[in-house]
């Protein structure tokens, strides 16, 4: 039995939270470690090659690339917001200094990530209602669609998606935990410290789940559902023939971009869902599908250039 007193007690020293170690958790580091890395260098070369594109002479003028070239911008800032994680996960043991430095910005880095990733899956809604809009009432399109409107409906979207995020800053927050550990080989107690992203106050356990049912449905079902009856529509549209080659190349691009956040953004539709539910120990398949959602998600965020390259190349 070893009795805890001052003279058996060394220094304070971090550790990694329960989960890193978990089943649920090494799926998360072999995600972060090994896929998550290439997926960054893979997403500085594709968007600037999309800026690229961008500069060409049949992309200047259109209405709908200001909204492609913000999309180039939030899918950087939501690819680039995981760089902290990727770090720490290839750390082998906790650094005093930046464990506490990783858990004070995590919960600024998570809402960086979910607001550029609200704003870049409504944006491709709008593109959407645009292009149909386009098809349907061409003269009134270029009369009501200009640059103006363009930039209102751009700051709209930013300010909402920044405002439904909001929440999150508020709701969770990074908590120390410590607890002490006997080490044989020194003869004292450790004592451990880890973080964890937990609620402010138990008491909004009600308001989380609001918070998270609201970003399935209005950060990711309604878009895709907008998203899926514009193309339905420009598919049909587009069977009677499009005469613009331009045009062309932009439903083309609408329809990959459609099924590609269906593909990758709607599982997150599950998680969400998932992670309302109030429950201590939740299923392992649930967690590790959290993990695969957010991976899918990064794949959505960085691949976009390769349709750009398909359809204007």
Not at 134 to 148: A, G, M, Q
Not at 247 to 256: D, F, G, N, T
Request: charged fraction near 15%; glycine fraction near 4%.
């Amino acid at each position: 039995m070893h009795f805890l007193n001052e003279s058996t007690l060394s220094n304070d020293s971090f550790a990694y939270n329960p989960s890193h170690d978990s089943e649920c958790g090494l799926v998360d580091l072999l995600l972060k470690r090994y896929a998550i890395s290439p997926l960054i260098l893979f997403c500085v070369f594709g968007n600037m090659f999309n800026l690229i594109i961008h500069r060409f002479s049949y992309a200047n003028g259109d209405t709908l690339f200001p909204y492609f070239k913000a999309k180039v911008i939030v899918n950087s800032i939501f690819v680039f917001s995981r760089v902290f994680e990727m770090i720490h996960a290839w750390g082998k043991k906790p650094s005093q200094l930046w464990e506490p430095i990783f858990w004070m910005t995590r919960p600024y880095m998570i809402a960086i990530a979910n607001i550029s990733g609200t704003v870049s899956i409504w944006l491709s809604a709008i593109i959407s209602l645009k292009t149909v809009f386009y098809l349907l009432y061409p003269l009134t399109f270029r009369c009501y669609c200009t640059k103006r409107f363009t930039l209102i409906c751009l700051f709209s979207v930013t300010i909402f998606a920044t405002l439904s995020q909001a929440a999150f800053i508020y709701l969770r927050t990074p908590i120390p935990i410590s607890g002490f550990i006997y080490d044989d080989k020194k003869q004292c107690f450790d004592r451990k410290t880890y973080y964890s992203l937990e609620l402010r106050d138990q008491s909004d356990k009600k308001w989380w789940k609001a918070y998270t049912i609201e970003q399935g449905i209005l950060g990711i079902f309604i878009p895709i559902m907008i998203m899926s009856t514009c193309t339905a529509i420009v598919c049909q549209k587009a069977r009677t023939g499009v005469p613009d080659p331009q045009q062309k190349r932009v439903l083309y691009l609408l329809i990959a971009t459609t099924f590609s956040h269906i593909l990758f953004d709607g599982p997150a539709i599950l998680s969400h869902f998932a992670s309302a539910i109030d429950h201590p120990n939740p299923a392992l398949m649930w967690c590790v599908m959290n993990h695969i959602s957010n991976f899918l998600s990064l794949i959505n965020a960085t691949i976009p250039f390769l349709f750009y390259f398909v359809c204007f190349i």
